[in-house]
């Protein structure tokens, strides 16, 4: 089959299509022809080698959308059944091919009506979204909720989470997003560049946050933060960040999560949740753009030097 490969941790350019063996699909594993794989930044740390992965030479990728073509029998999914993945790419290797073996935990079934490039690139951004705002934050109907970086492929998900959920929906963004993002569920939209955007959102009291640029903006949500908020941290473009005024965070009661969408305990449910909500037309991820296997090096140059509203998507 062919697969985008890396025999070494670099940049972009380490990355090559090959033809290799059709993976093997191991016990509680399904083998799928992949249809779309979705393109995020942790393709590229795994790739540097700032995060650590199986090993090399690695197949980057997270998540997939696809058809099975083999099954261990047991699963309760058949071949030809189409099915969404994600945590893949870390500890198995990942989903930028023709074929990728998937552990049962980790799929499926994606609703007939929902094409293979939206599924890919609803399944790591969704998950993550789903564990930032269920999982921890625990988020309820009517609770004002603030995405941040709300085009990015997580934020432009959790914004449409939340609206599903009840809460009232805040969210930063380039204005050149506003109008696409209110038409996802925001009822407010703020621009991250605007000088008073501390005071603009401390206005409505957000009771909880997901961020994704902790070193920019944690100070900024301890804040920002209405009483008892719950913050959730994803991202970070350096390692260290902080408050400028920790007993008023104190007082407030606010309470910090960080979290990795790897830990998800029970990736198959938060899978199976979203689809739910893709067939009922209340979640779709964007794909702005779709490239081959071999633009994967493109690909992940853009994703982390360009905007765009959505996902990235590799159909193989
Ligand atoms: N912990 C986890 O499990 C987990 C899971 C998924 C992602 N992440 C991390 O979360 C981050 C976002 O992931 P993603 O997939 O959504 O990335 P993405 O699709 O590349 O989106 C990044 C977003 O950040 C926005 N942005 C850029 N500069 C900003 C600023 N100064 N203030 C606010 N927003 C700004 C971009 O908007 P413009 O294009 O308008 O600049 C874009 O919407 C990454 O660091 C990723 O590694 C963590």
């Given amino acids: ?16 299509v090959e033809e290799t ?42 998540d997939l959308a696809g058809v099975v073509t083999e099954t261990d029998g047991e699963s309760g999914f058949e071949v030809g059944d189409r099915v969404f993945a994600t945590g893949l790419g870390k500890a198995h290797q990942g989903t930028y091919a023709e074929y990728a073996a998937v552990p049962t935990d980790r799929l499926a079934r994606l609703p007939d009506g929902v094409d293979f490039d939206v599924g890919a690139a609803t399944a790591l951004v969704g998950v993550t979204a789903w ?41 930063t963004a380039s204005p050149d997003y ?42 900024f949500d301890a804040e920002v933060a209405g009483f008892a908020a719950r913050v959730v941290g994803i991202g970070e473009n350096s390692k260290e960040a902080g408050f400028e005024n920790v007993s008023a965070a104190r007082a407030n009661e606010f309470s910090l999560h960080l979290m990795s969408m790897f830990n998800t ?21 964007n794909v702005a753009r779709r490239y081959d296997l071999d633009e994967a090096g493109e690909a992940q140059r853009a994703v982390m030097g360009e905007s765009f509203l959505g996902k990235l998507v590799i159909e193989p």
């Fill in 1 to 16: 089959m062919q697969a985008v490969r890396y025999h070494d941790h670099g940049g972009p350019d380490v990355l090559d």
């Fill in 21 to 62: 063996e059709r993976p093997e699909a191991g016990a509680d594993e399904l083998l799928v022809e992949v249809r779309a794989a979705a393109v995020n930044p942790v393709d590229t740390y795994f790739r540097e080698g700032s995060y650590r992965a199986l090993g090399l030479p690695m197949v980057p990728g997270s």
């Fill in 131 to 171: 564990r930032a705002l269920v999982d921890h934050a625990r988020l309820e109907p009517g609770e004002t909720c603030l995405i941040h970086g709300a085009s990015g492929g997580v934020g432009h998900v959790a914004v449409q989470l939340a609206a599903a959920t009840g809460a009232e929906v805040l969210a």
């Fill in 178 to 219: 506003h109008d696409e993002i209110r038409d996802l569920g925001a009822s407010e939209l703020f621009d991250y560049e605007e000088a008073d955007l501390r005071e603009q959102v401390a206005a409505h009291e957000p009771t909880v946050i997901l961020d994704h640029r902790l070193d920019d903006y944690l100070s």
């Fill in 265 to 285: 305990p029970e990736m198959a449910l938060v899978l199976a949740r979203l689809a739910t909500l893709m067939e009922a037309g209340s979640l779709s991820a």
